[in-house]
């Protein structure tokens, strides 16, 4: 009796189990497959998944991204850029440091002040949302966060000097994260240098090992600082929307310009090399876009320019396409659309020539940093201006596609507004 039944028992339960995980099964899969397009999409980083933290502690983080050539076979020549996320909470101070690549830093959120130092002087700024600024490689810097309530953002483009992909920083403090760069040299030569015994040397830079209090160990490298010493520290900053005298390392501002294109459904922010003197060094493009609910950035794509975007605010959608070669038959191509969910801090790449449209499901709001940017031209594919394939004389359009070149034009003219458009039309 008793051995029937427990074999019986058995057969019930793993058959219930069995049904629960098809049930689960199908439900998961259903639940999963847009999500399984962002994911399986090499030019998509979600934000949770994708970056690495360097530093953290209670008053902020610094992460940088998953490195592009790695993610992907298609963006290569990415190797040698990095992407940097910088946060921090009011009232906090990034302690003095230098890095081994050129960094391009744009303000997201908040209102830092900045100071580069060099060996004849140093220049403090006062940024302000849309703000971007080079700190070249190597040059000392420290970043506060002044303000009493609002966290600071700050994205930043590096581009490694010695090694392609990889960079450091070096920080001159000594605090629980890391150790100081001058603790690398030794005793001899320390106390040659400064003139001084190593015994003053380490409790003045380096913080003894049994030394408690005042001069202790910082617990990170972001550390809090008092009112008054903000105060003392920022008196002498130069704002970034006032003219000061001209300098190579002057902040300048994206979104408190005119946009390149603006209509009721968004508008575009955009400097190029061309146009400002910092970006012309390093060959970077810096935009900003900010789109309505509802609206379609309508398919395009950059001429030489590879795209680094990071979605600032809002949701959307991202259609991408690019080509590949069909994997049974030879000589045959296939367009291939890569999808993606976009949400707040997500991360996605749009390579040179690529076309890309992106659909607003909410307000959106991305920034991007073009690289190789120098003569790159948008083309859009439809809509009223700057739209290529209106270019294309009727004679070449009758026998590139199946209708006559005159529908080809009508139904090109048919779009009245250009760049930004409703994305769900009435028909
Ligand atoms: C944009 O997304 C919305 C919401 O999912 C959808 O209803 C609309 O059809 C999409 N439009 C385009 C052009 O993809």
Do not use: C
């Amino acid at each position: 009796m008793t051995r029937a039944r427990v074999p019986l028992l058995l057969l019930f339960g793993i058959l219930f189990l069995a049904s629960l995980s098809v049930s689960f099964g199908i439900v998961h899969q259903e639940h999963q497959q847009s999500q399984e397009e962002s994911e399986d999409n090499p030019f998509y980083f979600n934000s949770d998944k994708w970056f690495h933290t360097l530093y953290r502690n209670q008053y902020g983080h610094l992460r940088v991204l998953q490195r592009f050539d790695q993610r992907s076979e298609q963006i290569q020549n990415l190797e040698n850029y990095r992407l940097v996320e910088f946060k921090s909470k009011p009232n906090t101070l990034l302690l003095p440091h230098h890095a081994d690549a050129d960094l391009l830093l744009f303000v997201l959120n908040g209102g830092p002040v900045i100071t580069l130092v060099n060996p004849d002087g140093r220049e403090s700024y006062i940024l302000e949302q849309g703000d971007a600024q080079k700190i070249p490689a190597g040059t000392i810097f420290f970043l506060i966060n002044p303000d009493d309530n609002e966290d600071l953002r700050i994205i930043k483009l590096a581009i490694p000097v010695n090694n392609p992909h990889i960079f450091q920083d070096f920080f001159l403090s000594s605090t629980e994260a890391q150790q100081s760069y001058l603790q690398g040299f030794s005793k001899n030569v320390l106390e040659a240098s400064f003139d001084t015994e190593f015994k003053e040397i380490n409790r003045v830079l380096f913080g003894d090992e049994e030394q408690q209090g005042e001069e202790s160990q910082q617990e990170g490298v972001i550390v809090e600082l008092k009112r008054e010493q903000i105060r003392e520290l920022i008196k002498h900053a130069k704002s970034s929307s006032r003219k000061a005298l001209s300098s190579q390392n002057e902040p300048f501002n994206l979104i408190n310009r005119k946009p390149i294109y603006a209509n009721k459904f968004g508008r575009l922010f955009e400097i190029t090399p061309e146009n400002n003197p910092q970006l012309k060094d390093l060959n970077v493009l810096i935009s900003y876009v900010d789109m309505k609910q509802g609206s379609l950035l309508i398919p395009h794509y950059n001429s030489r320019a590879r795209v680094i975007a990071v979605v600032t605010k809002g949701d959307g959608k991202l259609e991408l396409v690019g080509q590949r070669e069909h994997q049974e038959q030879e000589e045959r191509w296939e367009v291939q659309r890569y999808r993606a969910e976009l949400s707040e801090d997500d991360v996605f790449i749009i390579p040179a020539a690529y076309p890309v449209a992106i659909n607003a499901t909410s307000n959106l709001n991305f920034f991007a940093f073009g690289i190789n940017a120098e003569n790159n031209q948008r083309n859009f594919l439809a809509g009223d201006k700057d739209n290529v394939i209106s270019e294309i004389p009727t004679e070449v359009l009758d026998v590139t596609f199946p209708a006559s070149g005159e529908k080809v034009v009508k139904l090109i003219k048919k779009q009245s507004e250009s760049y930004f458009v409703d994305a769900q039309p009435e028909q």
